[in-house]
């Protein structure tokens, strides 16, 4: 998804949730600044023409027991999980409201860091940057100098944008049931979260719809 068509939907999620495109522009200069971007070639070996497997921290993340041998990404908090079973994911994407240790620990491990930046993370940003190394910078608002914007809100919609920007085979979805607060969000179940949930689940049908890649449950 190129910018002109993420900014329609862009401009309907500033809307709906107040939020403050300043603040955007705020932060993505600041990551902007801070980081020195891994090339985009190391993600596009990693996934085009691959399967990818996206992980999200839904209620039915715990459910998954087995783990193919293919291309892993895994949004956030799902991250902790996936290590706990002895799973190194090979992408984050995170907005650094995941549990910190873990992201730090499978970083050192050897996984390429997709970061977001936004208005509400501006002190993460400024903080815990300089501990990751392999980042790939990303922001909600029009891409500033080497940030990227491949579409997709939240952590686990942006993760199956950024698979589908490098023409994989397909896309399988793990704990991305959208259906309330997973234990790996590690977030609180306010209305707020639910409204991004929902969101989280509309970019998702409007990428499927369009088909340019094919995307199922795992």
């Known amino acids: 998804m190129d910018y002109p068509e993420w900014q329609i939907f862009y401009k309907e ?34 996934l085009a023409n691959k399967k990818v497997l996206v992980y999200g921290s839904g209620n039915t993340l715990e459910n998954v027991k087995n783990f193919p041998n293919s291309v892993k990404i895994s949004a956030n908090g799902a991250t902790s999980y996936l290590l706990k079973m002895g799973i190194v994911p090979d992408l984050i994407v995170t907005d650094l409201d995941g549990r910190m240790k873990d992201l730090y620990k499978a970083n050192k491990l050897g996984s390429i860091m997709v970061i977001h930046a936004h208005g509400d993370n501006i002190d993460k940003i400024k903080t815990c940057i300089n501990k990751f190394k392999n980042i790939i910078p990303t ?80």
């Open 13 to 46: 999620i500033l809307m709906d949730f107040g939020f403050s495109k300043a603040a955007d522009i705020e932060s993505a200069i600041i990551l902007n600044d801070l980081v020195e971007p891994l090339s985009l070639k190391f993600i596009e070996e990693k």
């Open 139 to 218: 922001c909600q608002c029009k891409p500033i100098g080497n940030l990227q914007n491949f579409g997709g809100f939240t952590d686990g919609d942006r993760a199956v944008f950024l698979a589908a920007h490098f023409n994989p085979i397909n896309i399988i979805l793990y704990g991305m049931d959208f259906k309330g607060v997973g234990k790996y969000s590690f977030s609180k179940d306010t209305p707020v979260k639910r409204k991004k949930l929902q969101w989280g689940k509309k970019l998702l049908n409007y990428l499927e719809k369009k088909g340019e890649v094919k995307i199922s449950v795992g």
